[in-house]
């Protein structure tokens, strides 16, 4: 796998053509649209992260988001960062639905599950095993798979700040086996990923500097990992959240309906089972 990265293909233009969208979807696993969001929205959410921090002692009162910096992502309580972070504002607000309408085809249901992201620059220090291998989503999430991931910026993103690499067409193929890869850890627990020798040297990465207001959508098979923040004068903060959107018809498994700080909390449900290797009990 190389870590030249081609950019995602702005699709905000194809948002009201529904052949060409679907078209480009199918083929590409994704959807990036620029400035599709409320940028106040975004704004705002990026804003109580900030307090959210700031509360919780890993910023001193005063901070902006342009001065912004923390010690440690593993330092902060995330269940309580929960607490501080209105996502659902901004996923369920009637703007942010059209947009999903447009992408869907129709009305939306929103994952109660998001994950929240809030990394200091770790320039010269080994990558942090809290960032995610490349995996797929639908491997850790169902029990329908028609869901899509959609990954938007708080703060403006670049190379350096890092984000979410995406390998183009690459659900095309389905599912695929992930093992366990000792690097990255999430909970104390080795986290399972796609292995190298089985990703295609074919399988070309994407990755573009993104602006609070874009979004990213793509597929439940569509194989992604984290790049690392590894920005340097200056070193920002890469704060982003993703969710999960899928059509309001379908099955709500446990992911769709469990906010994340309850299901951070049990080994045997969703996504944790699978990273604790615990017999699924609920999907
Ligand atoms: O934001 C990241 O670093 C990774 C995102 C990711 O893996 C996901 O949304 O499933």
């Known amino acids: 796998m190389t870590d030249t990265f081609s950019d995602y ?23 990036y649209l620029r400035g599709a969001l409320d940028r106040e929205l975004v704004r705002t959410a990026a804003e109580q992260m900030l307090e959210g921090l700031i509360a919780l002692g890993h910023a001193a009162p005063g901070t902006t988001l342009d001065t912004l910096t923390i010690e440690s992502f593993e330092a902060v309580d995330e ?49 942090p095993s809290f960032l995610t291998p490349l995996h797929q989503d639908g491997f850790y999430i169902g029990p329908n798979k028609d869901f899509r991931t959609a990954w938007v910026p708080l703060l403006p993103t670049s190379r350096g700040i890092g984000g979410v690499a995406l390998a183009d067409g690459s659900h095309k193929k389905g599912p695929r086996e992930h093992v366990v890869t000792e690097n990255f850890r999430r909970f104390g627990h080795p986290v399972r990923g796609i292995p190298a020798e089985e990703f295609g ?14 979004v ?64 699924t009990t609920t999907e």
């Open 9 to 31: 293909v702005d699709c905000t233009p194809l948002l009201d053509d529904r052949e060409a969208l679907d078209r480009f979807y199918d083929e590409h696993g994704y959807l």
């Open 79 to 127: 269940v309580a960062m929960h607490d501080y972070v209105k996502y659902d504002d901004l996923w369920n607000h009637p703007s942010t639905h059209k947009v999903w309408e447009k992408v869907f085809g129709g009305p939306v249901f929103v994952f109660k599950s998001t994950t929240i992201r809030y990394y200091p620059s770790a320039a010269g220090r080994p990558e």
């Open 201 to 214: 040297a074919d399988e070309q990465l994407l990755f573009s500097p993104m602006e609070p207001g874009d």
């Open 216 to 279: 990213i959508l793509f597929h439940a098979f569509m194989c992604h990992k984290s790049i690392p923040n590894v920005s340097v004068d200056p070193a920002g903060m890469r704060m982003s959240m993703d969710t999960r959107v899928q059509p309001a018809s379908s099955h709500r498994g446990f992911n769709a309906l469990t906010p994340w700080p309850e299901s951070a909390k049990d080994p045997s449900k969703g996504i944790m089972s699978k990273i604790t290797g615990t017999p």
